[in-house]
């Protein structure tokens, strides 16, 4: 089992930048994939991005490429969303998850990830 939690959110002004971080427990293998995905209320949760074991390989959803950057540090067991040029639709629960193993493909669904955090809430005003 893999516990993860979420800290970093809050409340920022349009055209700033917030950090996230999700420290993960238990089965360090299981953390093979971490992704960030967000949900604003009324929708769908939706990927934002994901980074693989030796953090070589991220992807980003359209929305946020160029804007976020994900990181991970594996001694501390923690993924990283620095996020910057917020924008008011960026608000929304932002969740970590991870998959306990990669084929090399780039995992976006929320079904491709086994452990989610609680979320943290990140508002961004206008």
């Known amino acids: 089992q893999v516990?993860?939690?979420e800290?970093?959110?809050g409340l920022v002004q349009a055209g700033g930048s917030l950090g996230l971080s999700c420290a993960a427990s238990g089965r360090s293998s299981s953390t093979e994939v971490m992704g960030w995905f967000r949900q604003a209320p009324g929708k769908e949760r939706e990927f934002v991005a994901g980074i693989n074991w030796s953090g070589d390989t991220t992807y980003y959803a359209d929305s946020v490429k160029g804007?976020?950057?994900i990181s991970r540090d594996n001694a501390k067991n923690t993924?990283?969303?620095q996020m910057s040029s917020l924008k008011p639709e960026d608000t929304a629960v932002?969740?970590?998850a991870a998959r306990t193993y990669s084929s090399g493909y780039y995992y976006t669904h929320i079904s491709d990830y086994?452990?989610?955090g609680q979320g943290t809430q990140v508002t961004v005003s206008s």
Do not use: E
Request: net charge positive.
């Open 3 to 5: 516990q993860l939690v």
């Open 7 to 9: 800290s970093g959110g």
């Open 67 to 69: 804007r976020f950057t």
């Open 79 to 81: 993924v990283y969303l």
């Open 94 to 96: 932002y969740y970590c």
């Open 114 to 116: 086994s452990y989610w």
